[in-house]
């Protein structure tokens, strides 16, 4: 039975700092944030899939990838059609598949949550309306956070006043998102 089953496991958001979770536990490492923020800490979670004799294992990737690419790329596997033009997830086949594969949402990828919104592209991330569950006490001033998680994986450094054009872009990434989603 367990070569006929595809088995994936993936945590839905960062490490838990509620009260009723006793203060929390766990760690997310370099990252910033935990559960209920879109700082990495809060959303970049480990995942893994299994499927013996049909996927590569024991092996790791580093791609880009969200919680809603699993959808179509299960239905790949099962052989199942989907119409996939208003879904924001991708198969994950090319990437299991391929070590070198580029991350599938090179276009970008935007998440909301609650009066926070992050719109990312490639090593570009931007969120709006910040805020760091990690550190409730702490108020981040500014409404945009702007970040290179090629040189800044921690989120420590706001870039968005040196980089207003970026800021921009990704905003109108943002706005494009919402308008599609809001239907």
Same mark, same amino acid.
């Given at each position: ?73 299960? %239905?790949?596997?099962?052989?199942? $059609? !989907?119409?996939? =033009?208003?879904? /924001? ?5 090319? *990437? @299991? &598949? ?20 992050? %719109?990312?592209?490639?090593?570009? $991330? !931007?969120?709006? =309306?910040?805020? /760091? ?5 702490? *108020? @981040? &001033? ?27 872009? !990704? ?13």
């Amino acid at each position: 039975m367990l070569e006929n089953t595809i088995i994936v496991f993936q945590s839905d958001n960062g490490h838990s700092v509620e009260e009723r979770a006793h203060g929390g536990g766990g760690s997310a490492g370099i990252y910033r944030g935990a559960k209920k923020c879109l700082f990495e800490g809060g959303i970049r979670v480990p995942a893994a899939i299994s499927w013996p004799r049909k996927l590569p294992s024991g092996e790791k990737r580093n791609q880009f990838a969200t919680n809603a690419d699993w959808m179509p790329t299960l %239905a790949e596997l099962c052989g199942i $059609k !989907l119409e996939t =033009n208003d879904l /924001d997830g991708k198969s994950l086949l090319p *990437v @299991i &598949n391929n070590p070198k594969a580029e991350t599938l949402h090179s276009e970008g990828y935007c998440w909301k949550y609650n009066e926070m919104w992050v %719109a990312r592209k490639g090593k570009w $991330k !931007l969120l709006g =309306n910040p805020f /760091d569950s990690s550190q409730p006490k702490l *108020v @981040i &001033n500014e409404k945009f956070f702007l970040v290179n998680l090629d040189e800044d994986p921690s989120e420590k450094i706001n870039l968005a006043d040196k980089y207003p054009d970026k800021v921009k872009e !990704l905003t109108y990434q943002y706005q494009v998102w919402l308008k599609r989603n809001s239907k």
